[in-house]
């Protein structure tokens, strides 16, 4: 009679994999989401604010240099201070573009990822349950073989 615990065993294991499948789709429709939120709130928060700073921050350069009461035109210090901090400013902000790019790619590859494992999931299953049944068969035949050997149903 094991061949009833193989079968049991066996539909045990689909939903079993069904259920971690749908698990991790789950998570992958979250890592998905992630992405799409964050780089939302980088392009509509994150990024202007980075920008309003850098302009603050350069007025201020820009009013401190011509307190000073040196020049500020081409080829004079306080023009090319302002001019390499301008050059910096723009680097910061194409570094953050980046990072909020690769971010971006690392989430929806995280989504990616969870997706295929939900399917392995279910494929793992779906193969301990053929197993299952194989062996529910293999009893089937052995407690037939030994119920004709005995000329009697054996139980096993």
Not at 3 to 15: D, E, M, P, R, T
Not at 62 to 68: H, I, K, P, W, Y
Not at 103 to 108: A, K, M, P, Y
Not at 125 to 130: E, I, L, M
Request: overall charge neutral; hydrophobic content about 35%.
């Amino acid at each position: 009679m094991s061949f009833i615990g193989n079968l049991v065993a066996a539909q045990s294991a689909k939903v079993i994999g069904k259920y971690n499948q749908a698990l991790y789709s789950q998570q992958a429709a979250y890592a998905k989401q992630q992405s799409v939120m964050r780089e939302e709130v980088y392009d509509k928060w994150e990024r202007p604010k980075l920008l309003e700073d850098q302009q603050t921050y350069l007025s201020e350069l820009l009013v401190n240099s011509l307190n000073t009461g040196a020049e500020f035109r081409p080829g004079e210090t306080s023009y090319l201070v302002y001019l390499k901090n301008m050059q910096n400013l723009a680097s910061q902000v194409a570094i953050s573009d980046y990072n909020k790019e690769v971010e971006r790619i690392d989430l929806v590859n995280q989504s990616v990822l969870l997706q295929a494992k939900g399917v392995g999931e279910k494929l793992k299953g779906d193969v301990t349950a053929q197993t299952e049944y194989w062996k529910a068969g293999g009893s089937l035949l052995t407690m037939g073989y030994k119920s004709y050997d005995a000329g009697r149903l054996v139980i096993t």
